[in-house]
């Protein structure tokens, strides 16, 4: 059996609530990740989203071990990184990379992209200076910069710019998984057709792995091999993309992409958008989080919770009554999210926002 590449089991994150000034005590915690499990394989995209809030960001950052589990074990190429010394963890930086949501942010506008795209190598002591400068030129190639663009500073570009300077410093160190963190909600939308297409150019040649983090449905369509929903810090469904938007069983799963705007305003589906609001993770509710929203749940959803149950082979659903879930009618799903069509959802749902 091959080993995946990143593996996820039990993994809980927790931030303590603290009550007082002089004499703190701890009143509660925040459930940013409850109990998730899940596997990467080499060369795959698996897709995490949910509203936000669900944890979708924590568990990316508890998979590199960015920040610490409060529970559980992460395993990468099956060695336990949650128990790696931070020596031991060094040479495993390498092979794991991050692109961050806000492209400006996170470029040091101090430095210039030459400079930015060298401290990976400087930090890792990768070549020489001469190799280190070519590498450079190379990677402003690969995300179809120039590379007299090593002399600029991150202000001086667009926000697609940066965001392909933040991909190539990911790329630099020539790693086995990037996490994509939200990588084009803050750009325009007629860039982020483009940004995705290079994301899977890049895999294409490289074959590395992606664990890509959003909140665009047609975005995670157009890039992932498989989908992973997320609700209050619980993973509710996973699934193959032809399993999550063909055949969705979690209704928080049908709710979210009965919500996703659509290019065809005249279009209609048989479920309803999610309504209310999303519960405290500091005080969630009890048996399944999703029952004070959820138009199936009964008396057993707030009495007990649901663990994640196979619907078929690698398709899991956490929900007591998956099996009678109503079919989920949406011919628009059916239809394969070009780039163009892309970019017309997002021009529609930016339409139907100002309106």
Known sequence: MTTPLLELRSVSKRYPVYDGMVLR??????????????????????????????GKSTTARLAMRLIE????????????????TRA???????????????????LNPRMTVGEILSEPLNVH?????????RR????????????????????????????????????????????????????????????VNLLKDLQHRFDFSYLFISHGLAVVRHIADRVGVMYLGQLVEIGSKQDIYRNPRHPYTQALLA????????????????????????????????????????????????????MSTGH?????????????????HTQHPTPGLLMRQAIYASRRAAA
């Open 125 to 133: 002591r990768v070549g020489d200076a001469v190799s280190r400068k």
């Open 25 to 54: 005590r701890q009143v509660g915690a925040v459930q940013a990740v409850d109990n998730v499990s899940m596997t990467l394989m080499r060369g795959e995209t698996l897709a995490i989203v949910g509203e936000t809030g669900c």
């Open 259 to 310: 919500a996703a705007p659509d290019p065809n305003p005249a279009a209609r589906h048989n479920v309803a958008p999610v309504a209310g609001d999303i519960p405290s993770a500091i005080n969630p509710p009890s048996g399944c989080r999703f029952h004070t929203r959820c138009p199936m749940a009964q008396d057993r959803c707030k009495a007990e919770t649901p663990t994640l149950r196979e």
């Open 69 to 84: 589990a409060t529970a559980g074990q992460v395993f990468f190429e099956g060695q336990d990184i949650t128990r790696c």
């Open 88 to 106: 031991e963890m060094n040479p495993l930086r390498k092979s794991m990379q991050i692109v961050f949501q806000d492209p400006y942010a996170s």
């Open 316 to 332: 899991q659903a956490a929900c007591h009554f998956a099996e009678d879930t109503p079919v989920y009618e949406a011919a628009r």
């Open 136 to 195: 450079v030129e190379e990677l402003l190639r690969l995300v179809d910069l120039a590379p007299y663009h090593a002399e600029r500073y991150p202000h001086q570009f667009s926000g697609g710019q940066r965001q392909r300077v933040g991909i190539a410093r990911a790329l630099a160190l020539s790693p086995k998984l990037i996490v994509c963190d939200e990588p084009v909600s803050a750009l325009d939308v007629s860039i982020q057709a483009q940004i």
